[in-house]
């Protein structure tokens, strides 16, 4: 399982289709601003949400299968017990990478994404960790754990 910075590092820049499972049209729900954020940024979000038609001015799928482009990151907001069948549905598709949020962690789960070629995060927020590691969340004061001498390449610019 990806836990370290090098490895999220390189996802986050080499994904650049995110299908999120669980998305919420409701302003105010974590994946709604996590999802947000992710576009914002110059990310394909694809919500994931049998509930709604489109999200986020993205059409809505009711689930990953219904997809017809390829998906990089699966990214999970669903409990922990809901993951099985969206691994499942991530190694049919041929997703890369398999990723459940923060407080969702079914290791099990990841292993068999694994086992199928994926890569798998667990427990972290693709938004969080994406501002930590190239957002420039440190020029806010915050202690990212990450030391660099240089400027991220949007203030550089």
């Known amino acids: 399982m ?4 090098p490895g999220l590092r390189r996802i986050l820049a080499t994904s650049k289709v995110i299908a999120v499972v669980g998305l919420s049209a409701q302003w105010f729900r974590p994946s709604y601003f996590a999802a947000k954020y992710m576009l914002e940024h110059g990310y394909t979000v694809i919500p994931v949400n ?4 489109e999200i986020l001015g993205q ?3 009711k689930s990953l299968r219904d997809i017809p482009v390829p998906v990089d990151i ?3 907001f669903r409990k922990t017990e809901d993951i099985p069948p969206i691994a499942d549905d991530a190694i049919a598709i041929r997703a890369k990478v398999l990723w459940q949020q923060l407080g969702v962690k079914n290791v099990a789960a990841a292993r068999r ?5 994926l890569e798998a995060v667990m427990d ?3 938004k969080i960790e994406h501002a930590r590691l190239f957002g420039g969340l440190n020029w806010a004061g915050v202690n990212t754990k990450v030391i660099s ?3 991220p390449k949007y203030i550089a610019n």
């Open 50 to 53: 049998p509930n709604y038609g």
């Open 59 to 61: 059409k809505s799928y």
């Open 2 to 5: 990806i836990d370290d910075i």
């Open 149 to 151: 001498a240089k400027r």
């Open 124 to 126: 972290r927020c693709v």
């Open 74 to 76: 699966v990214d999970c």
């Open 113 to 117: 994404a694994e086992a199928a070629g």
